[in-house]
């Protein structure tokens, strides 16, 4: 479940080129029309107040069309530049023309092999033969560059050479300068501006058109290159750098690339995130997708297959741990597949017990364990079902081949699943009223953080909503206790707004009051998050000391006024007595390191 709050702290403008927006301030809201510069929109925005809307419609456009006019000027200029230069290299000097078309080839081919992805050079020389030039590109790309680069240099020298040779005849000393100013522009537009903008938006094509030329001219220059390549080698060592590479494709590339599959709609948004959980996985361990042994259905050795029976009519588990005297202490699992042969061969179930139908010993695997190499053994070994034990050999939990399908393809259900299973499963967040919302204790802390848009304390060991309370309180809270916590604001529009206007990001700070729903002597099962504050406020944290990072936290009194009677300090906590105070504790992160 997304739950999307936002407070508009200032105001918000299009980022499209047109687009028609209300507009919130101080003084009101009202629609007006926007454009992609930002300075100019806020430029305007004191104006436009005091305009109707139709006038400041006419600003807008207005702006809008100056802004065109100049963009078409500035290309026509541009154009009419690039011509005259040509013009007077074709007409007054054709050798530099033509190496300066030379060098735009260069440019042509650095770009485009250097802004080919690896895959794309690999599917590219597997549809060639042996001895193909795009699979010599793949094995030595450094050979393709090296030429490259040597020929953009001397064909660049030379021009310039001659350019100045030229001007210097007919203009005397003044030509120097001449010839600097002609080869600047010719440089710049000719040779690396435009052809390295063909390349960018169509490497692919241009590589197919420069990279056999290259590949012979890197066999005419093959001693030369070889010579800049062993000293430049050479260089690294004295900087004591390495020539080695790093991979092909990183796996935030590979995310970024099926990002932008995902938004050109060449991939589902499911298949997106079907794939990026199957690379996540490796750094995913056990623990992080185990039941806890507090919430394992499991059955006693000693048991009958009767009770057996009865378990899995309740329950529908097709696999249960059995267990010796403890819970903790499991010898094996029982398969319901088994009791069904049992049945059918026309054992009397009350005599056979369930510790002599269990598969003996259980698989046994640790808490650290990444949930790929659990992938990996489940297959080798045939099993479904691991017993999860701790560093100390002690049982924390049991893992099963769903749990680990699940961290790829999401939560799985079937039709025995009741709402209370499913709900226990997922976890959930119920939005009650404006900022109030109901948690299972068992919602991961991603999902919590992601619903009211706050930022948990760097460095927290807990992973859902029990464990986050746990830690706020300092014990296991009962039902009815409630505390108040100031957590910060997760709002990435705030920030990007404020870099925008070359200032430092606020941080902003949320007022909760957490209420234990439910729960036990031994959990915590449901809790509402009761937002006290639009989130808008600056909090001061000074006298602080270092118990839990990032949280204001004070107890309740069943005694104390209401919060309609409460006068509020200066921190939107209610003024307390003076009986009161040691109650209460401020703690902050960032006086942690002054301790």
């Not at 100056?66 to 007409?91: M, Q, R, W, Y």
């Not at 009211?452 to 992973?463: F, N, R, S």
Request: hydrophobic share 40%.
């Amino acid at each position: 479940m997304a739950i999307e709050s936002s407070v508009l702290g200032h105001h918000v403008f299009s980022s499209g080129p047109f687009s028609s927006t209300t507009f919130h301030g101080s003084n009101g809201s009202y629609g007006s029309s926007y454009v992609n510069n930002v300075k100019l929109v806020r430029g305007t925005s004191l104006k436009m107040k005091c305009l109707g809307s139709s006038d400041s419609e006419s600003v807008v456009s207005n702006s809008n069309a100056n802004l065109k006019f100049i963009d078409e000027f500035l290309v026509k200029s541009g154009i009419v530049l690039a011509a005259t230069v040509c013009g007077v290299l074709v007409f007054g000097c054709p050798e530099v023309f033509a190496s300066e078309g030379l060098s735009a080839f260069f440019s042509l081919a650095e770009t485009s092999i250097t802004t080919l992805w690896p895959w794309k050079v690999r599917e590219l020389a597997e549809k060639e033969t042996e001895n193909g030039v795009f699979r010599l590109l793949r094995s030595d790309v450094t050979r393709f560059l090296t030429t490259i680069l040597i020929g953009t240099t001397v064909v660049n020298i030379a021009a310039t050479a001659l350019v100045t040779e030229a001007a210097t005849a007919a203009f005397g000393e003044a030509g120097v300068s001449a010839a600097t100013g002609v080869m600047t522009v010719a440089i710049l537009l000719l040779t690396e501006i435009t052809p390295k903008s063909i390349a960018v938006h169509n490497a692919t094509e241009v590589a197919r058109f420069v990279v056999r030329p290259v590949a012979w001219l890197s066999l005419v220059l093959y001693p030369v290159g070889r010579i800049v390549t062993l000293l430049s080698m050479g260089m690294l060592k004295l900087l004591g750098l390495k020539g080695s590479s790093e991979p092909y494709v990183t796996e935030e590339e590979l995310k970024l690339m099926l990002r932008g599959a995902e938004l050109s709609g060449a991939i589902e948004e499911e298949e997106q995130d079907m794939i990026e959980n199957v690379l996540e996985i490796k750094d995913t361990h056990v623990r992080e997708v185990m039941t806890p042994l507090v919430d394992v259905v499991a059955i006693d050795a000693s048991s009958s297959l009767v009770d057996f029976h009865h378990l899995w009519v309740t329950h529908q588990y097709s696999r249960v741990p059995v267990f010796e005297q403890r819970v903790d202490n499991i010898m094996g699992i029982a398969y319901a597949m088994d009791l069904l042969d049992y049945v059918q061969k026309g054992e009397t179930l009350e005599s056979i017990t369930v510790g002599d139908m269990a598969h003996k010993p259980a698989y046994f695997v640790p808490d650290s364990m990444s949930v790929w190499n659990l992938l990996r053994e489940f297959r080798i070994r045939k099993v479904h079902m691991a017993v999860v034990l701790n560093e100390y050999g002690g049982t924390v939990g049991l893992v099963t081949l769903e749990d680990v399908v699940e961290e790829i393809v999401g939560e799985i259900f079937d039709e025995n699943d009741s709402k209370e299973e499913i709900q226990k499963k997922t976890g959930y967040i119920v939005m009650r009223a404006e900022g109030v919302f109901d948690v299972d204790a068992n919602t991961s802390i991603d999902q919590l953080s992601e619903d009211l848009t706050i930022k948990m304390p760097e460095g927290h060991q807990y992973e859902t909503v029990s464990g986050f309370v746990c830690e706020a309180f300092g014990y296991i809270p009962r039902t009815g206790e409630s505390i108040r916590i100031v957590l910060e604001r997760d709002d990435e529009d705030d920030d990007d707004d404020s870099n925008g206007d070359h200032q430092e990001p606020k941080e902003k700070k949320h007022i909760f009051k957490l209420e234990i729903l439910a729960g036990n002597a031994r959990k915590v099962s449901a809790v509402r998050f009761e937002r006290l504050n639009n989130g808008d406020e600056m909090l001061e944290t000074k006298e602080v000391t270092r118990m839990f990072p990032k949280i204001v936290k004070r107890k309740w009194n069943s005694g104390e006024e209401s919060e309609d009677d409460a006068e509020y300090d200066g921190y939107g906590f209610p003024k307390r007595r003076q009986e009161d105070i040691s109650c209460e504790y401020v703690v902050d992160q960032e006086n942690s390191h002054r301790d």
